[in-house]
């Protein structure tokens, strides 16, 4: 116990009806002190944060604030009591304007205007109306928003998810003031190196109980990832098979000078069959457009994109998909029938080639559903709703039923955001092994670490144009960052 | 100004169009004057109230099937009160019978978690009964003062109906719209879960908006009692008219959008529509098709403009 502590949250659990989210769960913050929560996903982080937050109440534990007994019934109570969380989805209210947003919380303007200009967001009016700004904007305010009502606690849950690095960076180094000053701040996040940057302690999450309380350190990053899997993981196990090679000579997907107007300005690069091609890029940089015009979303301004050698001009998604590419959206609800089986999930790219194929191949069709659904190992509930599993589950559906179908080019657009470490690393292999089927991918992530262990090659985009393209063996995040930066003209990456 | 302008761009579109119909009406009947178009407002007196409260619960994010009933309800009331008492304190109490039965509507709907469109259509029937109960046949009278108030215009070219549908509105609605829980409002309607979390009470919020529904619902059962200088327990067409006018009036269905001023003007237009039509001797069946076809045509258009703009 220490005279500093502000929140302490003990013996906390909740069950909805027959699950059981939490059991035990604890965790406490002193002043001064930024506290990670994490957990796999499942383990009970998010049903923890919205107690804490007072978005639900436990069915049993207390909750502390400065010693005190606490009754957090609505978020509006926890505010009161000085604890303001930022929640991983915008809690802005889109038709507002930004005016509005404010006096909706009683959040003072003037400290709010102040906490825009420190993060780095320019240009703001208040009479913008919320709907009309970008995510990474609306993330920032709302942490304004938070951070001008002066908290004793500050919860950030996956702040940075959608930030481009230069915000997270300004945001990492806000909290720390903030910390220094005397505030606590509980933060939940998936991301190790931005946890071991910042954090003091850890709170570690599995399956509703806290299983362990880390003093961050050099060498933290195992025991942690030990505590959330609940078992010693196999170092080895995360250098992901790689039987490299290209088939063939010919590239399946040849893109040239492609221009997308306004943000993309010169973008070229081949994908060979059997190749996963890495797109490495700060947010905001044409990937989203590029990944977009080779789905058939729009068409270029200017350049080319050929596929197997012919010259292609995609007018409609349609297009894309009769020439064999098929784009898996960051957006999994964008990907799936939410309310179907995982099985239907899977044969839906088999029913819709179903009139070429005709009857005698359902057989078949089943046989291979199958296969698909046993190596996406979630064959347990493969009969129920793909909405009741959870996020990264589901993303292993959208990306696993091309195993089953086969695909030529597939483009996945930032597939393990917000995925916990466990069902990332079960990703990887899925997208390894449709590569060795002879498909090419295309692969844009958000989190560096992942190009070498899953590209083959990584294509650096910065400011609309390809500044790079590295050995995907040789990329260690710091070569890539700086790639991305558009700083590798004088040292050389590779 | 160019914000202003933007922000109520629908709203303008509105006025324009209202006023190209004042000037076709003119041109078909070149002796529609002062009186003509005080009649319309007169008219359009009833409407204009249930489509105000409408719009207030469209904004919060639900619908109220039973606005109709609760203006019959307060019209028997008003009739049978001011047969016995003086026309203020009677008005008071009628608007006060109004919140509160706005209040039941939203309070059951948050309590008991039964979808909007089902307690108010359940409602519907309840205020119905009521209203039969109150006063099975029409009758009762209206104060003499309140009959001649809808009547006239005091200030020029203004007919008084509208100045007192202009005046209601404004005394309800300007205050609410300007304070916490009108933005309360707009934040439950636009994003339920956003708002709960920005510590907004929702359940609270959409039972005080159903009440102020309840109370312009007030206002149109004072106004039909006005108009009859009776009271007539069954409902009028004002249901189905006022959620046509909130949708013509630029309130996005689904909630958050929008605002009273556009519906108002709607309903407006709507009438003045029909009077047009009665005019050129439009057979009445075709009528109701040309209302449709506008309604749709005029939304159309308005989110390709929208749309448009936002793309720019």
Same mark, same amino acid.
């Given at each position: 116990?220490?005279?500093?502590?502000? !929140?302490?949250?003990?013996?906390? /659990?909740?069950?909805?009806?027959? +699950? =059981?989210? #939490?059991?035990?769960?604890? *965790? @406490?913050? %002193?002043?001064?002190?930024?506290?990670?929560?994490?957990?796999?996903?499942?383990?009970?982080?998010?049903?923890?944060?919205?107690?804490?937050?007072?978005?639900?109440?436990?069915?049993?534990?207390?909750?502390?604030?400065?010693?005190?007994?606490?009754?957090?019934?609505?978020?509006?109570?926890?505010?009161?009591?000085?604890?303001?969380?930022?929640?991983?989805?915008?809690?802005?209210?889109?038709?507002?304007?930004?005016?509005?947003?404010?006096? !909706?919380?009683?959040?003072?303007? /003037?400290?709010?205007?102040?906490? +825009? =200009?420190? #993060?780095?967001?320019?240009? *703001? @009016?208040? %009479?913008?109306?919320?709907?009309?700004?970008?995510?990474?904007?609306?993330?920032?305010?709302?942490?304004?928003?938070?951070?001008?009502?002066?908290?004793?606690?500050?919860?950030?849950?996956?702040?940075?998810?959608?930030?481009?690095?230069?915000?997270?960076?300004?945001?990492?180094?806000?909290?720390?003031?903030?910390?220094?000053?005397?505030?606590?701040?509980?933060?939940?996040?998936?991301?190790?190196?931005?946890?071991?940057?910042?954090?003091?302690?850890?709170?570690?999450?599995?399956?509703?109980?806290?299983?362990?309380?880390?003093?961050?350190?050099?060498?933290?990053?195992?025991?942690?990832?030990?505590?959330?899997?609940?078992?010693?993981?196999?170092?080895?196990?995360?250098?992901?098979?790689?039987?490299?090679?290209?088939?063939?000579?010919?590239?399946?997907?040849?893109?040239?000078?492609?221009?997308?107007?306004?943000?993309?300005?010169?973008?070229?690069?081949?994908?060979?069959?059997?190749?996963?091609?890495?797109?490495?890029?700060?947010?905001?940089?044409?990937?989203?457009?590029?990944?977009?015009?080779?789905?058939?979303?729009?068409?270029?301004?200017?350049?080319?994109?050929?596929?197997?050698?012919?010259?292609?001009?995609?007018?409609?998604?349609?297009?894309?998909?009769?020439?064999?590419?098929?784009?898996?959206?960051?957006?999994?609800?964008?990907?799936?029938?939410?309310?179907?089986?995982?099985?239907?999930?899977?044969?839906?790219?088999?029913?819709?080639?179903?009139?070429?194929?005709?009857?005698?191949?359902?057989?078949?069709?089943?046989?291979?559903?199958?296969?698909?659904?046993?190596?996406?190992?979630?064959?347990?509930?493969?009969?129920?709703?793909?909405?009741?599993?959870?996020?990264?589950?589901?993303?292993?559906?959208?990306?696993?039923?091309?195993?089953?179908?086969?695909?030529?080019?597939?483009?996945?657009?930032?597939?393990?955001?917000?995925?916990?470490?466990?069902?990332?690393?079960?990703?990887?292999?899925?997208?390894?092994?449709?590569?060795?089927?002879?498909?090419?991918?295309?692969?844009?992530?958000?989190?560096?670490?992942?190009?070498?262990?899953?590209?083959?090659?990584?294509?650096?985009?910065?400011?609309?144009?390809?500044?790079?393209?590295?050995?995907?063996?040789?990329?260690?995040?710091?070569?890539?960052?700086?790639?991305?930066?558009?700083?590798?003209?004088?040292?050389?990456?590779? | 100004?160019?914000?202003?302008?933007?922000?109520?761009?629908?709203?303008?579109?509105?006025?324009?169009?209202?006023?190209?119909?004042?000037?076709?009406?003119?041109?078909?009947?070149?002796?529609?004057?002062?009186?003509?178009?005080?009649?319309?407002?007169?008219?359009?007196?009833?409407?204009?109230?249930?489509?105000?409260?409408?719009?207030?619960?469209?904004?919060?994010?639900?619908?109220?099937?039973?606005?109709?009933?609760?203006?019959?309800?307060?019209?028997?009331?008003?009739?049978?009160?001011?047969?016995?008492?003086?026309?203020?304190?009677?008005?008071?109490?009628?608007?006060?019978?109004?919140?509160?039965?706005?209040?039941?509507?939203?309070?059951?709907?948050?309590?008991?978690?039964?979808?909007?469109?089902?307690?108010?259509?359940?409602?519907?029937?309840?205020?119905?009964?009521?209203?039969?109960?109150?006063?099975?046949?029409?009758?009762?009278?209206?104060?003499?003062?309140?009959?001649?108030?809808?009547?006239?215009?005091?200030?020029?070219?203004?007919?008084?109906?509208?100045?007192?549908?202009?005046?209601?509105?404004?005394?309800?609605?300007?205050?609410?719209?300007?304070?916490?829980?009108?933005?309360?409002?707009?934040?439950?309607?636009?994003?339920?879960?956003?708002?709960?979390?920005?510590?907004?009470?929702?359940?609270?919020?959409?039972?005080?908006?159903?009440?102020?529904?309840?109370?312009?619902?007030?206002?149109?059962?004072?106004?039909?009692?006005?108009?009859?200088?009776?009271?007539?327990?069954?409902?009028?067409?004002?249901?189905?008219?006022?959620?046509?006018?909130?949708?013509?009036?630029?309130?996005?269905?689904?909630?958050?959008?929008?605002?009273?001023?556009?519906?108002?003007?709607?309903?407006?237009?709507?009438?003045?529509?029909?009077?047009?039509?009665?005019?050129?001797?439009?057979?009445?069946?075709?009528?109701?098709?040309?209302?449709?076809?506008?309604?749709?045509?005029?939304?159309?258009?308005?989110?390709?403009?929208?749309?448009?703009?936002?793309?720019?």
């Amino acid at each position: 116990m220490n005279a500093n502590q502000i !929140l302490d949250a003990s013996g906390i /659990a909740k069950s909805f009806g027959a +699950v =059981k989210a #939490l059991v035990d769960a604890s *965790l @406490s913050v %002193s002043e001064g002190e930024i506290v990670a929560l994490m957990g796999a996903n499942g383990a009970g982080k998010s049903t923890f944060v919205k107690i804490i937050t007072g978005a639900l109440t436990p069915d049993s534990g207390k909750v502390l604030i400065r010693g005190k007994q606490a009754r957090v019934g609505s978020p509006a109570e926890a505010r009161r009591s000085g604890l303001v969380p930022v929640y991983q989805e915008p809690s802005l209210i889109p038709d507002l304007d930004v005016a509005d947003n404010l006096r !909706l919380t009683d959040t003072p303007v /003037a400290p709010f205007e102040r906490w +825009v =200009k420190e #993060l780095g967001i320019e240009g *703001l @009016s208040l %009479s913008d109306m919320v709907g009309d700004l970008p995510l990474a904007t609306l993330r920032i305010l709302d942490l304004a928003r938070a951070l001008a009502s002066e908290p004793d606690v500050l919860l950030l849950d996956e702040m940075t998810a959608a930030l481009p690095s230069d915000l997270v960076e300004r945001v990492l180094k806000v909290t720390r003031q903030q910390a220094d000053k005397g505030m606590g701040v509980i933060y939940v996040s998936h991301r190790f190196n931005e946890i071991s940057e910042l954090c003091d302690r850890a709170t570690v999450l599995r399956d509703g109980q806290t299983v362990g309380d880390l003093v961050i350190e050099p060498g933290v990053e195992d025991r942690a990832v030990e505590l959330m899997l609940g078992q010693r993981l196999d170092l080895a196990a995360r250098e992901v098979n790689k039987t490299r090679g290209t088939i063939g000579d010919t590239p399946r997907v040849r893109v040239k000078g492609v221009a997308i107007a306004p943000k993309v300005t010169d973008i070229s690069f081949d994908m060979f069959p059997g190749e996963v091609l890495g797109v490495v890029a700060l947010e905001g940089q044409g990937q989203d457009e590029l990944f977009e015009c080779l789905a058939g979303f729009m068409p270029p301004t200017a350049g080319s994109i050929e596929v197997n050698g012919t010259t292609t001009a995609f007018r409609h998604p349609a297009d894309a998909i009769a020439a064999g590419v098929k784009f898996v959206p960051g957006d999994r609800a964008d990907a799936l029938l939410a309310q179907r089986s995982v099985r239907e999930n899977i044969a839906l790219p088999f029913s819709a080639r179903m009139s070429s194929w005709g009857w005698l191949k359902m057989r078949h069709e089943r046989e291979r559903v199958a296969h698909a659904i046993e190596r996406l190992q979630i064959d347990t509930r493969a009969q129920g709703e793909v909405q009741r599993l959870s996020g990264g589950n589901q993303q292993k559906v959208t990306i696993g039923r091309w195993l089953a179908t086969g695909v030529e080019t597939l483009l996945l657009f930032d597939p393990t955001r917000g995925i916990d470490v466990r069902t990332k690393r079960q990703i990887y292999p899925l997208v390894r092994e449709l590569a060795e089927q002879g498909s090419s991918v295309l692969f844009y992530t958000s989190e560096l670490e992942e190009i070498p262990l899953a590209c083959d090659r990584a294509v650096v985009i910065f400011n609309g144009r390809v500044v790079d393209i590295i050995d995907a063996e040789n990329a260690d995040e710091q070569t890539l960052l700086r790639a991305a930066y558009g700083l590798t003209a004088q040292e050389g990456a590779a | 100004m160019s914000d202003i302008i933007k922000k109520n761009a629908w709203v303008a579109g509105l006025v324009a169009l209202l006023f190209v119909l004042l000037v076709l009406t003119k041109a078909i009947q070149p002796s529609f004057g002062m009186s003509g178009l005080e009649s319309v407002a007169r008219a359009a007196l009833p409407f204009a109230f249930a489509t105000a409260g409408m719009a207030v619960v469209v904004i919060v994010g639900g619908i109220d099937l039973s606005v109709a009933s609760m203006m019959a309800v307060c019209a028997v009331t008003a009739a049978v009160l001011m047969e016995r008492m003086a026309g203020v304190p009677a008005i008071l109490i009628v608007l006060g019978l109004g919140f509160v039965m706005g209040l039941i509507n939203g309070g059951l709907i948050v309590l008991t978690r039964v979808p909007d469109i089902v307690v108010t259509l359940a409602m519907l029937f309840v205020w119905e009964g009521v209203a039969l109960l109150i006063l099975e046949s029409p009758g009762g009278a209206t104060t003499e003062w309140l009959k001649q108030s809808i009547r006239g215009s005091v200030i020029p070219f203004v007919p008084n109906a509208l100045a007192i549908i202009a005046l209601c509105v404004a005394v309800v609605w300007i205050p609410l719209r300007r304070s916490k829980l009108g933005i309360s409002i707009y934040a439950t309607g636009s994003d339920e879960l956003a708002a709960f979390r920005s510590g907004v009470a929702v359940g609270r919020t959409k039972i005080v908006a159903y009440g102020v529904c309840g109370m312009f619902c007030a206002f149109g059962g004072l106004s039909l009692a006005s108009l009859t200088g009776i009271g007539e327990p069954v409902p009028g067409p004002y249901l189905m008219a006022s959620v046509a006018a909130v949708v013509l009036g630029g309130v996005v269905l689904g909630g958050g959008r929008g605002g009273l001023l556009g519906p108002i003007i709607a309903v407006l237009i709507l009438r003045i529509v029909r009077t047009i039509l009665t005019l050129l001797a439009v057979d009445p069946n075709v009528t109701t098709i040309i209302e449709g076809t506008i309604m749709v045509g005029v939304v159309m258009l308005g989110t390709a403009a929208t749309l448009r703009g936002a793309r720019k």
